[in-house]
């Protein structure tokens, strides 16, 4: 084996949001003898919740299931703001002495397998120089999400250089932006412009939300009552577990239903939606989608917060298609205009795996959208390398804890056994019916698909959006497997027994 260079870590992660620092506390609590570092390409941790800075930018999970399994929430409201998010992640970070590991203003370019040294070789830029350099480490993990962070989805508008006003999408908000007594124009019927829209009403002089086709929307406690009563009677620990499980069968049975019961679910929120709306709200115009509960995420306001809005009339509601912005504002194909200082796309975002990271094994590119995902967390053919996409029907975060306590198993067997290498590998002779990663019709994730490794057959292969599912798969079931190859480096990339097969191990 070749000397260890001296800028070597036995797991890289990629990424100093909830997912790295996941990661980070794992491999110290549970492989504490194993060296790490955390490459941040911004300068600051947290990730999407230091990232955004539009107006009431909030999770739309509670944060009893967002948070970690080993960290408790103790906050009052089970919808957070970023702030208390972020906090909330850089406490979790200071305390673990995780801050110590980060490495900011490090994007990482390209990574290059190589079988023979069973070792990871990372071209790294410094943001501010643009100067590179090289680490080696014998895994990588990604915990970069799915979209991009320097750039959202922003689709071009006829018309919009002749518009007077201000052009801003939520993704890189400006901090000087005063909408204080301003008409404001939302584009998009999304999480981002359910949020803006409220948070926004109060203080602008009329707030739209300009929407081709609706959103399912449902109000949401932002305080969980019995979580708070649990939390000022039992220690801290208890109370966040209890309250995790709840919510978790909770979280589950919403989505079967959806999913099992289309129209009924339908049914229901309408009739919710009406409650909340003036009595002559055109709720199947603006509030009835095309498509299926849970075919896309359900957007999640706070205390009806959007819903509160309409009533006041402060904020309103359009469902039409976009002929050409105008100097004014904004003309519709139905030949109405809306009057706007201020138009902000809430038009989504734009995806990106791994980070953009050019990935190579043994001198071979790697096309991850050519790539089988295995157990939600590997590709097939690319050794000792996992990452972290959360749920897109749950909390993102719960996905992450059982793909780190997973990688945690497979790091002790290969200690135990020898192993140096550990490889997804498809059936041989097999031929595998492939579906999308994700099955989900969010328009992000549609126009990028592509991009994504695939979903296969088989336990291991399919990519689950149940959490029970996964816990029988990642936390209770064998790390051993004929998908999971095993091996050392002291043999031959080329030769037949590369990587031994999972009996031996």
Same mark, same amino acid.
């Given at each position: 084996?070749?000397?260890?260079?001296?800028?070597?870590?036995?797991?890289?992660?990629?990424?100093?949001?909830?997912?790295?620092?996941?990661?980070?506390?794992?491999?110290?609590?549970?492989?504490?003898?194993?060296?790490?570092?955390?490459?941040?390409?911004?300068?600051?941790?947290?990730?999407?919740?230091?990232?955004?800075?539009?107006?009431?930018?909030?999770?739309?999970?509670?944060?009893?299931?967002?948070?970690?399994?080993?960290?408790?929430?103790?906050?009052?409201?089970?919808?957070?703001?970023?702030?208390?998010?972020?906090?909330?992640?850089?406490?979790?970070?200071?305390?673990?002495?995780?801050?110590?590991?980060?490495?900011?203003?490090?994007?990482?370019?390209?990574?290059?397998?190589?079988?023979?040294?069973?070792?990871?070789?990372?071209?790294?830029?410094?943001?501010?120089?643009?100067?590179?350099?090289?680490?080696?480490?014998?895994?990588?993990? !990604?915990?970069?999400?799915?979209?991009?962070?320097?750039?959202?989805?922003?689709?071009?508008?006829?018309?919009?250089?002749?518009?007077?006003?201000?052009?801003?999408?939520?993704?890189?908000?400006?901090?000087?932006?005063?909408?204080?007594?301003?008409?404001?124009?939302?584009?998009?019927?999304?999480?981002?412009?359910?949020?803006?829209?409220?948070?926004?009403?109060?203080?602008?002089?009329? #707030?739209?939300?300009?929407?081709?086709?609706?959103?399912?929307?449902?109000?949401?406690?932002?305080?969980?009552?019995?979580?708070?009563?649990?939390?000022?009677?039992?220690?801290?620990?208890?109370?966040?577990?209890?309250?995790?499980?709840?919510?978790?069968?909770?979280?589950?049975?919403?989505? &079967?239903?959806?999913?099992?019961?289309?129209?009924?679910?339908?049914?229901?929120?309408?009739?919710?939606?009406?409650?909340?709306?003036?009595?002559?709200?055109? #709720?199947?115009?603006?509030?009835?989608?095309?498509?299926?509960?849970?075919?896309?995420?359900?957007?999640?306001?706070?205390?009806?917060?959007?819903?509160?809005?309409?009533?006041?009339?402060?904020?309103?509601?359009?469902?039409?298609?976009?002929?050409?912005?105008?100097?004014?504002?904004?003309?519709?194909?139905?030949?109405?205009?809306?009057?706007?200082?201020?138009?902000?796309?809430?038009?989504?975002?734009?995806?990106?795996?791994?980070?953009?990271?050019?990935?190579?094994?043994?001198?071979?590119?790697?096309?991850?959208?050519?790539?089988?995902?295995?157990?939600?967390?590997?590709?097939?053919?690319?050794?000792?390398?996992?990452?972290?996409?959360?749920?897109?029907?749950? !909390?993102?975060?719960?996905?992450?804890?059982?793909?780190?306590?997973?990688?945690?198993?497979?790091?002790?067997?290969?200690? &135990?056994?020898?192993?140096?290498?550990?490889?997804?590998?498809?059936?041989?002779?097999?031929?595998?019916?492939?579906?999308?990663?994700?099955?989900?019709?969010?328009?992000?994730?549609?126009?990028?698909?592509?991009?994504?490794?695939?979903?296969?057959?088989?336990?291991?292969?399919?990519?689950?959006?149940?959490?029970?599912?996964?816990?029988?798969?990642?936390?209770?079931?064998?790390?051993?497997?004929?998908?999971?190859?095993?091996?050392?480096?002291?043999?031959?990339?080329?030769?037949?027994?590369?990587?031994?097969?999972?009996?031996?191990?």
């Amino acid at each position: 084996m070749p000397a260890v260079p001296a800028d070597h870590v036995d797991v890289l992660i990629v990424g100093a949001g909830i997912s790295g620092i996941g990661a980070a506390w794992y491999l110290q609590d549970r492989q504490p003898e194993r060296t790490y570092a955390i490459l941040e390409m911004r300068d600051a941790s947290g990730g999407t919740w230091d990232l955004f800075r539009y107006p009431g930018i909030r999770s739309d999970s509670d944060l009893h299931t967002f948070g970690y399994a080993f960290k408790p929430w103790t906050g009052e409201d089970a919808i957070a703001d970023a702030d208390a998010i972020l906090a909330y992640l850089r406490e979790t970070a200071a305390d673990a002495g995780i801050d110590e590991h980060i490495r900011y203003g490090r994007k990482v370019l390209a990574a290059e397998w190589d079988s023979a040294e069973a070792r990871w070789t990372v071209t790294v830029e410094d943001v501010a120089t643009g100067e590179t350099t090289t680490m080696t480490a014998e895994w990588l993990f !990604s915990a970069a999400g799915y979209y991009r962070y320097d750039q959202g989805y922003r689709p071009d508008f006829p018309g919009e250089e002749d518009f007077a006003g201000t052009i801003v999408h939520p993704q890189e908000w400006p901090e000087d932006l005063d909408y204080a007594g301003k008409r404001v124009v939302v584009i998009g019927s999304g999480a981002t412009a359910v949020t803006l829209v409220p948070s926004m009403a109060d203080d602008a002089e009329h #707030v739209t939300m300009l929407q081709r086709s609706p959103s399912y929307v449902m109000p949401v406690p932002k305080q969980d009552p019995i979580a708070n009563v649990m939390k000022r009677v039992l220690p801290d620990r208890l109370a966040y577990d209890l309250t995790r499980r709840r919510n978790i069968a909770q979280q589950r049975l919403v989505y &079967r239903f959806c999913q099992a019961q289309p129209g009924m679910a339908r049914w229901v929120i309408r009739r919710i939606n009406a409650a909340l709306l003036p009595d002559d709200f055109d #709720v199947d115009t603006h509030f009835n989608p095309a498509y299926d509960p849970w075919d896309q995420r359900l957007c999640a306001v706070p205390n009806g917060d959007l819903f509160r809005a309409i009533r006041k009339g402060t904020a309103s509601i359009v469902t039409d298609h976009i002929d050409t912005f105008t100097p004014d504002g904004i003309r519709l194909q139905s030949g109405e205009e809306l009057p706007a200082d201020i138009i902000i796309t809430a038009t989504g975002l734009q995806l990106e795996v791994f980070g953009g990271i050019d990935l190579t094994v043994d001198g071979t590119p790697v096309d991850v959208g050519q790539r089988v995902a295995f157990r939600g967390m590997m590709l097939s053919g690319v050794p000792n390398m996992a990452f972290a996409i959360g749920y897109t029907n749950s !909390s993102w975060t719960l996905k992450v804890d059982l793909v780190c306590e997973h990688l945690m198993r497979i790091l002790g067997h290969m200690d &135990r056994h020898g192993h140096d290498i550990a490889r997804p590998e498809l059936p041989e002779g097999q031929e595998m019916t492939l579906s999308p990663l994700l099955d989900f019709q969010a328009g992000y994730v549609k126009r990028s698909m592509h991009l994504l490794p695939r979903a296969g057959e088989g336990k291991e292969w399919q990519v689950a959006s149940d959490y029970k599912v996964d816990v029988s798969v990642l936390r209770d079931g064998p790390v051993v497997s004929e998908g999971l190859r095993f091996g050392t480096a002291t043999v031959t990339p080329d030769a037949e027994d590369v990587l031994e097969g999972a009996a031996t191990g």
